[in-house]
């Protein structure tokens, strides 16, 4: 917004209170922007299949049975649909078959649904509105077919629809309006679609179900008025809608009600909208090429060389590659491959890199200050060596940084500083990095092999043994397995098939591990400070008891504060008010937490299998069937079935294999699921006041003052909204409702901004 211009470029904005603005050429290319400041743009039939979409160009269609299938499009159109009771009950869906159904007003309320069954309800006009819902307390509604086309919405409303060849196509789709289709074998695979083009595709009825697939298969559609409210659709199934100009603005609507609207050209540009004020469009093949499209607009396609180098595409068409310095400098790649480097001024500055290769860097206060950058170009600024520490600054303030290998290793960087580098065949493995460095590449069937790719490149797909191990899949399908200690290391597994694992010191810390294999730890009051961890560890420290609590955190700066053992508990808070800690054995081992309360460990077979880990203590691996089980994975591999009632509840699913489920009272109660197997549920005033719920167990509500206030809320009950100054203040807004902005040292440091209206700012070294 127009607040003034330091406070504007302290949002990133500049002069005229644009978000990547049109500053000129120079600075616009370094926001990925073209003379005319448009973010992307026009296509047509071939254009849109590369973008993924077909001659058919909608985004979940009716094809028909088969192809809608594919997409987990069921008869009626919708994502999760009538299977029956049973199967829709797994899904969260009810007899109706929608995604929070009309049970009844208690336990919709229970899912923050009101009467009608719709996603955030009819509190009233005014209550509505400030959560961005329309008289019918849709999510977002019909406009008029000028207004829907700016949201991308067609005459009809919806939100990827037929509104024509030229329409469609500034929306990425095709002359049919479909998003991804029937291309053919090769085409396909690219995007990562199967033979018959979906993207998990008819196994059978009961494969299609564990992906929420039904018979028909589809995503989202016109079932009724009824059937499309619950989804938050209004009576023509649209997105968003003309509430007024005030209450439109409030959602960053135009008086047109659209989403960034029809200003003028020069507004529009900043928004990366063209004249016509549509959010993707044809400028020219000199704008187009600074988004990485190619002279037919297209976003990753084989057009050749040429056009695919200009989206770091390769000769074969792979993502990120080594075809040679200058096609790997258009994706912001070095001589070796790796993502932010020293090419030179120039090409450096198309990523947003400085001259010394640096993601923000120092182009002037006035330009750094409209990113949100200090006068030394990092992106929470030079304010000291503590401060900038906290955010994992170092002493020059830049995010990802020389410090020294020990320091950079912790934030996952190499000797170079950069983040994903060359440091060799081994160290770059375990980042999924091939010899040449590059993220995912066409080199040839081994380097592909550690991406997940395939000999042709596609990215999920039932191959056969060899293939799925590509994809991290075990002879049995699964997600992650041990397939042998190099395999492993590639997925960046450790020995014993873990995630984030005791390899050593020095492999570790390139994980951001601690010595111990944590993932944050006490490393000590230096390397602590870097990852944002105060002295004692913890995420978020002691600014002060006021500032602490209107963050969410407790005298003790723990994430959710001390109400009391019974409250804090529910949480998975101890004591003390800290997220992860020690209650006891019994209690830790709820949240998966072992004697020590640390998140994942070496506990013993029977605390790490309610974690999901197996005896090596690793996250999920092919040990067999024992060990697949605790991460829900059955014989065959499958990510949630019908092992058993005790296998089944260790991953909160009941004896019929549903997510949330009836176990009873106590095992509900732990997963935050009350008596009917709800979510957030009605427990009683007081048990749902903690889970953010009010006596009638909605989601955002209103409690009185003191209880909205502890979610952000404001008498009335809304998210964010024009309270006054002083509820404003609690959610990080302003006088005027803005989100971040200068009202004084106090309140903005209540949202961690500093004297000057910052993002992260010097509250002082404790």
């Known amino acids: 917004m127009r607040l003034d211009p330091t406070e504007d470029q302290r949002l990133g904005l500049g002069p005229e209170g644009d978000l990547t603005m049109v500053l000129g050429p120079t600075k616009d290319q370094r926001l990925g922007l073209g003379p005319g400041g448009d973010l992307t743009m026009g296509l047509g039939p071939t254009e849109d299949q590369r973008l993924g979409l077909g001659p058919g160009g909608d985004l979940t269609m009716r094809l028909g049975p088969t192809e809608d299938q594919r997409m987990g499009l069921g008869p009626g159109g919708d994502l999760t649909m009538r299977l029956g009771p049973t199967e829709d009950q797994r899904m969260g869906l009810g007899p109706g078959g929608d995604l929070t159904m009309r049970l009844g007003p208690t336990e919709d309320q229970r899912m923050g649904l009101g009467p009608g069954g719709d996603l955030t309800m009819r509190l009233g006009p005014t209550e ?176 050749g060389p040429t056009e695919d180098q200009r989206m770091g595409l390769g000769p074969g068409g792979d993502l990120t590659m080594r075809l040679g310095p200058t096609e790997d400098q258009r994706m912001g790649l070095g001589p070796g491959g790796d993502l932010t480097m020293r090419l030179g001024p120039t090409e450096d500055q198309r990523m947003g890199l400085g001259p010394g290769g640096d993601l923000t860097m120092r182009l002037g206060p006035t330009e750094d200050q409209r990113m949100g950058l200090g006068p030394g170009g990092d992106l929470t600024m030079r304010l000291g060596p503590t401060e900038d520490q906290r955010m994992g600054l170092g002493p020059g303030g830049d995010l990802t940084m020389r410090l020294g290998p020990t320091e950079d290793q912790r934030m996952g960087l190499g000797p170079g500083g950069d983040l994903t580098m060359r440091l060799g065949p081994t160290e770059d493995q375990r980042m999924g990095l091939g010899p040449g460095g590059d993220l995912t590449m066409r080199l040839g069937p081994t380097e592909d092999q550690r991406m997940g790719l395939g000999p042709g490149g596609d990215l999920t797909m039932r191959l056969g043994p060899t293939e799925d191990q590509r994809m991290g899949l075990g002879p049995g399908g699964d997600l992650t397995m041990r397939l042998g200690p190099t395999e492993d290391q590639r997925m960046g597994l450790g020995p014993g098939g873990d995630l984030t694992m005791r390899l050593g010191p020095t492999e570790d810390q390139r994980m951001g591990l601690g010595p111990g294999g944590d993932l944050t730890m006490r490393l000590g009051p230096t390397e602590d400070q870097r990852m944002g961890l105060g002295p004692g560890g913890d995420l978020t420290m002691r600014l002060g008891p006021t500032e602490d609590q209107r963050m969410g955190l407790g005298p003790g700066g723990d994430l959710t504060m001390r109400l009391g053992p019974t409250e804090d508990q529910r949480m998975g808070l101890g004591p003390g008010g800290d997220l992860t800690m020690r209650l006891g054995p019994t209690e830790d081992q709820r949240m998966g937490l072992g004697p020590g309360g640390d998140l994942t460990m070496r506990l013993g077979p029977t605390e790490d299998q309610r974690m999901g880990l197996g005896p090596g203590g690793d996250l999920t691996m092919r040990l067999g069937p024992t060990e697949d089980q605790r991460m829900g994975l059955g014989p065959g591999g499958d990510l949630t079935m019908r092992l058993g009632p005790t296998e089944d509840q260790r991953m909160g699913l009941g004896p019929g294999g549903d997510l949330t489920m009836r176990l009873g009272p106590t095992e509900d109660q732990r997963m935050g699921l009350g008596p009917g197997g709800d979510l957030t549920m009605r427990l009683g005033p007081t048990e749902d006041q903690r889970m953010g719920l009010g006596p009638g167990g909605d989601l955002t509500m209103r409690l009185g003052p003191t209880e909205d206030q502890r979610m952000g809320l404001g008498p009335g009950g809304d998210l964010t909204m024009r309270l006054g100054p002083t509820e404003d203040q609690r959610m990080g807004l302003g006088p005027g409702g803005d989100l971040t902005m200068r009202l004084g040292p106090t309140e903005d440091q209540r949202m961690g901004l500093g004297p000057g209206g910052d993002l992260t700012m010097r509250l002082g070294p404790t």
């Open 128 to 303: 509505d509105q400030r959560m961005g819902l329309g008289p019918g307390g849709d999510l977002t509604m019909r406009l008029g077919p000028t207004e829907d086309q700016r949201m991308g919405l067609g005459p009809g409303g919806d939100l990827t629809m037929r509104l024509g060849p030229t329409e469609d196509q500034r929306m990425g789709l095709g002359p049919g309006g479909d998003l991804t289709m029937r291309l053919g074998p090769t085409e396909d695979q690219r995007m990562g679609l199967g033979p018959g083009g979906d993207l998990t595709m008819r196994l059978g009825p009961t494969e299609d179900q564990r992906m929420g697939l039904g018979p028909g298969g589809d995503l989202t559609m016109r079932l009724g008025p009824t059937e499309d409210q619950r989804m938050g659709l209004g009576p023509g199934g649209d997105l968003t809608m003309r509430l007024g100009p005030t209450e439109d603005q409030r959602m960053g609507l135009g008086p047109g009600g659209d989403l960034t609207m029809r200003l003028g050209p020069t507004e529009d540009q900043r928004m990366g909208l063209g004249p016509g004020g549509d959010l993707t469009m044809r400028l020219g093949p000199t704008e187009d090429q600074r988004m990485g499209l190619g002279p037919g607009g297209d976003l990753t396609m084989r057009l």
